[in-house]
């Protein structure tokens, strides 16, 4: 049986790369601060949203903005800083609150010349004056710290990674409007920057929050090297965490459906055979301890034909639901 080993290092102990005043992901674009066409319950609705895409980040080191934000008029004679500072009748008390607890936890930046705002294009879409926040966004973008630029959403607009053109540059960019896009966020910090096999794990934790990693899982029981099996692994990895359980329920268990399923997404997965299971080896090999509990990792997605193997469980009702990602390895007993 597979056995737990120490605990992964957690996102509290982020191996990356840089300093730690480096270690942030999302900036915020200013000029979605800007609420003065709102009705009073459209403004309440923004307030509420703002806070809900700040909430799963704001932890002092993820969010930043650049300091023009606090001067951004975010009602009639009211800058971004009197609503976060001073009592108004058109904030309520508790979203203004809520607000200045969660900007307190983001970094304020100054800008610098790479940040001086210029007319570009999102998604087909012309910014002829762009924000500071989103500037910066994309010159660290480009220089290869993938950042998203998180926009309040007060009108419809481009989300998730779109593609930004300057007349200096052309590059994808993450626009975050929803916390339903952090998942895909994180799956392309991974691959676009290759991510070293020791932050793997600790990244891994936020960009497939509905599956568990057993702490014994290692790379090198790959046959593939970690750079050329870390494309498909993440979109396996993503495919699971996405579709799996739904797909098991919506299908009432009919493996050929999930199979056929994953195989619409590019992705080979089955159960282990009948044969193994009656192989005490091979089905010993599958069983794979994570909190102390033993858990059979019954499924298994393919890399290719004859070697590389994710093998996974079911949905562990007693985990929340959530899927065990047990074994990595070249090719398990059968």
């Known amino acids: 049986m597979g056995s737990s080993t120490k605990s992964r290092a957690t996102w509290e102990g982020w191996p990356v790369r840089g300093d730690a005043d480096d270690w942030y992901r999302f900036v915020i674009d200013e000029s979605s601060l800007d609420w003065r066409a709102l009705s009073p319950e459209e403004l309440r609705d923004v307030l509420d949203t703002f806070a809900d895409l700040l909430d799963p980040l704001a932890d002092g080191r993820l969010v930043a903005f650049m300091a023009p934000a606090y001067e951004v008029e975010c009602l009639l004679s009211a800058t971004f800083a009197d609503l976060l500072s001073t ?40 910014y002829p004056e762009p924000s500071w926040g989103l500037s910066h966004a994309l010159a660290r973008t480009a220089a290869g710290r993938t950042t998203s630029c998180l926009m309040v959403p007060t009108t419809p607009g481009p989300t998730g990674w779109v593609v930004a053109e300057r007349a200096d540059l052309e590059t994808d960019i993450h ?55 870390l494309p498909w692994l993440v979109k396996l990895l993503s495919a699971v965490n996405d579709h799996f359980s739904e797909a098991l329920a919506r299908h009432q268990g009919d493996h050929n459906q999930v199979i056929a399923e994953f195989s619409a997404l590019g992705l080979d997965i089955s159960p282990e055979s009948s044969s193994t299971k009656k192989n005490a080896r091979a089905w010993a090999q599958r069983l794979i301890e994570y909190d102390a509990v033993a858990h059979r ?38």
Not at 188 to 211: C, H, M, S, W
Not at 321 to 334: S, W
């Open 297 to 334: 990792c019954e499924w298994h997605g393919k890399r290719l034909w004859n070697y590389d193997r994710v093998h996974f469980s079911l949905p562990i009702r007693d985990l929340g639901g959530k899927v065990l990602i047990g074994v990595f390895h070249e090719h398990l007993d059968t």
């Open 175 to 229: 626009i975050l409007t929803n916390p339903s896009g952090l998942t895909d966020f994180w799956r392309q910090v991974i691959v676009r920057e290759k991510i070293a096999e020791t932050g793997f794990f600790v990244y891994a934790d936020r960009a497939f929050p509905n599956l568990l990693f057993a702490p014994s899982l290692q790379f090198n029981r790959f046959a593939g090297v970690y750079a050329e099996v």
């Open 87 to 126: 009592p108004d009748p058109r904030v309520p008390r508790d979203a203004r609150v809520r607000l200045l607890s969660l900007i307190g936890k983001c970094r304020s930046l100054d800008p610098g010349d790479d940040d001086i705002p210029q007319p570009v294009m999102i998604a087909g879409i012309p």
